[in-house]
């Protein structure tokens, strides 16, 4: 059973920054590509960021500039590096890894508000 544990989420104010961890113990993380996607109440799931095993990385439109998203593989960790943030990005944020299945993490709470 593939767990993924993501970290780092909470409150902050409009313009702060915050990094999300998913860290992803007990498989070879370097041979699978991962992403992250946010939801909120309501709404489907959207695609925030991905990365390939390679490390190349793509972004949503509605955060290019703003967001990063990275991978430690000695970690087995991805990072989303989340700068400038928005109300409008206040959701609940999935880290996945992409194997032969698609494995989710449980989601953690971003709450962007003054």
């Known amino acids: 059973q593939v767990q993924l544990v993501e970290s780092g989420g909470g409150l902050v104010q409009p313009g702060g920054s915050l990094r999300l961890s998913c860290e992803a113990p007990?498989?070879?993380?370097?041979?699978?590509?991962a992403a992250w996607y946010r939801q909120v109440p309501g709404k489907q799931r959207e695609l925030v960021a991905s990365?390939?095993?390679?490390?190349?990385?793509t972004h949503a439109d509605s955060v290019k500039g703003r967001f990063t998203i990275s991978r430690d593989n000695a970690e087995k960790t991805t990072y989303l590096h989340m700068n400038n943030l928005q109300p409008e990005d206040t959701a609940v944020y999935y880290c996945?890894?992409?194997?032969?299945?698609?494995?989710w993490g449980k989601g953690i709470q971003v709450t962007v508000s003054s």
């Open positions: 990365i390939t095993a390679d490390g190349i990385a």
């Open positions: 996945n890894v992409q194997m032969i299945f698609t494995y």
């Open positions: 007990g498989i070879t993380f370097s041979m699978y590509p």
